[in-house]
């Protein structure tokens, strides 16, 4: 078996995000859907180790959250964006082993499969020293899926056209998520064609205006009264549990519940860390629940936490 060489190693950390208003419009052409979206960054990571490996390997093996339903053959977004990667600004005997540790939850509706798209390009073009500015990354990311621009960006950002599309969002101070993991997983294809089906074609699209500024006052009253998902009765009917999640968490001390993308993660939004504690305690009782995430937001996107 060909050896993979260790001596050099480039680690990035990468957010999972929560989608904050999420209003979706008629379907493209494309096959896509025209939508309007406020991404928030939280601090659910997952970390991507990318070591050289000789005569244009590439390889990728998974750990964590959900690992066992991660493909690891060229349909992994990670091994996608790193040929992208090599293909327009490399060479083809460039290679590369990468090692995925998921704490993202697996098609829950917090883009980690787009994160750990962000996380190769970004870790193998400092790898393979092509030292690629953010508007290259950026360009191959929106090429490889709809949030991974999002995922190397982070913070908070309006997203539009398929979501590709990113203009930083003004957000005064940090807010305090839990993230409640359903057993069962929603394929974002599955929640768009879901949602087509209950509504007709003519869906309009909506700008979070008076979320924008209730975000950038940092007014959290306002903030939890206007998150908006379209999708998120398209995830309580593909998904079991999910609508019982919302209620009782909103009792367990949340502040507002939201379904996160396309589900079918619930996110509650919570007044302080005090309450995130008892409401994670809370949800971690429920059996429609199979794992509860306190996290942080808004977070930097992906960034090299360690180079050697
Ligand atoms: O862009 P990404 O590969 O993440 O999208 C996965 C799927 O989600 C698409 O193939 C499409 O079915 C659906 N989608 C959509 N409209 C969007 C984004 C995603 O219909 N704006």
Known sequence: MESIELDGAVRVQVPGKVNLSLSVGPRRLDGYHELVTLFMAVSLYDHVTATPARRGRLSVEVSG????????????????????????????????????????????????????????????????????GQAELLELAAELGSDVPFSLLGGCALGTGRGEQLAPALCKGTYEWVFALSHGTVSTPAAFKDFDAHHGGDHVVRTPDRLMKALAAHNIDDVRMLLHNDLQHSAIRLCAGVDEILDEGLEMGGVASIVSGSGPTVAFLCA????????????????????????????????????S
Do not use: F, Y
């Not at 992994?76 to 590369?96: M, Q, S, V, W």
């Not at 005090?274 to 629940?289: F, K, N, R, W, Y």
């Not at 996290?295 to 180079?307: D, E, F, L, M, S």
């Open 272 to 307: 302080d860390t005090e309450d995130a504690i008892g409401l994670t305690v809370g949800l971690s009782t429920m059996h429609q629940v199979r794992a509860v995430h306190r996290a942080k937001g808004p977070v930097p996107g992906a960034r090299v936490v360690t180079a």
């Open 65 to 132: 959250e959900g690992a066992e339903s991660v493909p690891t053959d060229m349909s992994n977004l990670a091994l996608k964006a790193a040929d992208l990667l090599r293909e327009r600004h490399g060479t083809p005997d460039l290679g590369a082993h990468l090692a995925i540790d998921k704490r993202i939850p697996v098609a829950g509706g917090m883009a980690g499969g787009s994160a750990d798209g962000a996380a190769a390009l970004l870790a193998c073009s400092v790898l393979w020293g092509l030292n690629l």
